[in-house]
């Protein structure tokens, strides 16, 4: 199974104060951070969805993976998973692709590999943190049309994964699945 990596970072933050793609972790920025854990969980590709201050990003972050520019940024999440799938769509030796946020700085390696260890063609797989879903979001090649055309606004995969049978795979004892929302969530 080739299963793809997708970064949604397209987003403007203002809760946070700022494009949240931008925001210094360690030694780079949260979007480098995010792209790399996938990197090294063993995705085949990854694909980075920019938007708000996308050039800025890419000057801070040269060595980002494939990037695509969603256009439609200000609409939410939705159009960012729109065009991320639509930029893998071509690639036909790809099974799955799993989804990270680039807020959820907590997701490690290991989770990813648990989540794409289900990875299929037909596969929908959540992460799990004590009986709560979240990230990573594994989604199989056979649903990427429908979860495009489900994805609206900030709602991005969620009411398509609510209508289907979705396996939820524990990773709480190995990620982290809180989300960024204001810049002291990051010293919590």
Same mark, same amino acid.
């Given at each position: 199974?080739?299963?793809?990596?997708?970064? $949604?970072?397209?987003?403007?933050?203002?809760?946070?104060?700022?494009?949240?793609? %931008?925001?210094?972790?360690?030694?780079?920025?949260?979007?480098? *951070?995010?792209?790399?854990?996938?990197?090294?969980?063993?995705?085949?590709?990854?694909?980075?969805? $920019?938007?708000?201050?996308?050039?800025?990003?890419?000057?801070?972050?040269?060595?980002?993976?494939?990037?695509?520019?969603?256009?439609?940024?200000?609409?939410?999440?939705?159009?960012?998973?729109?065009?991320?799938?639509?930029? %893998?769509?071509?690639?036909?030796?790809?099974?799955?692709?799993?989804?990270?946020?680039?807020?959820?700085?907590?997701?490690?390696?290991?989770?990813?590999?648990?989540?794409?260890?289900?990875?299929?063609?037909?596969? %929908?797989?959540?992460?799990?943190?004590?009986?709560?879903?979240? =990230?990573?979001?594994?989604?199989?090649?056979? =649903?990427?049309?429908?979860?495009?055309?489900?994805?609206?606004?900030?709602?991005?995969?969620?009411?398509?994964?609510?209508? =289907?049978?979705?396996?939820?795979?524990?990773?709480?004892?190995?990620?982290?699945?809180?989300?960024?929302? *204001?810049?002291?969530?990051?010293?919590?």
């Amino acid at each position: 199974m080739k299963t793809a990596g997708l970064v $949604l970072a397209a987003g403007a933050g203002r809760r946070y104060g700022m494009a949240k793609a %931008l925001v210094p972790y360690r030694s780079g920025i949260l979007v480098q *951070h995010v792209a790399g854990t996938l990197h090294r969980a063993g995705c085949a590709r990854t694909v980075v969805v $920019l938007g708000a201050r996308a050039e800025e990003v890419l000057a801070q972050a040269p060595d980002l993976p494939e990037t695509v520019l969603n256009p439609d940024w200000p609409t939410g999440m939705g159009s960012s998973l729109r065009a991320g799938l639509a930029a %893998l769509t071509p690639d036909s030796s790809l099974d799955a692709a799993v989804v990270l946020l680039v807020d959820m700085p907590g997701v490690s390696p290991e989770a990813v590999r648990r989540i794409t260890a289900h990875a299929g063609a037909d596969a %929908l797989v959540m992460g799990g943190y004590q009986g709560r879903r979240g =990230h990573p979001v594994l989604l199989g090649r056979d =649903h990427w049309a429908g979860v495009a055309a489900s994805a609206t606004g900030d709602r991005g995969a969620r009411d398509y994964l609510r209508a =289907h049978e979705v396996l939820v795979v524990d990773v709480g004892d190995v990620a982290d699945g809180a989300d960024l929302d *204001h810049p002291g969530d990051l010293d919590a």
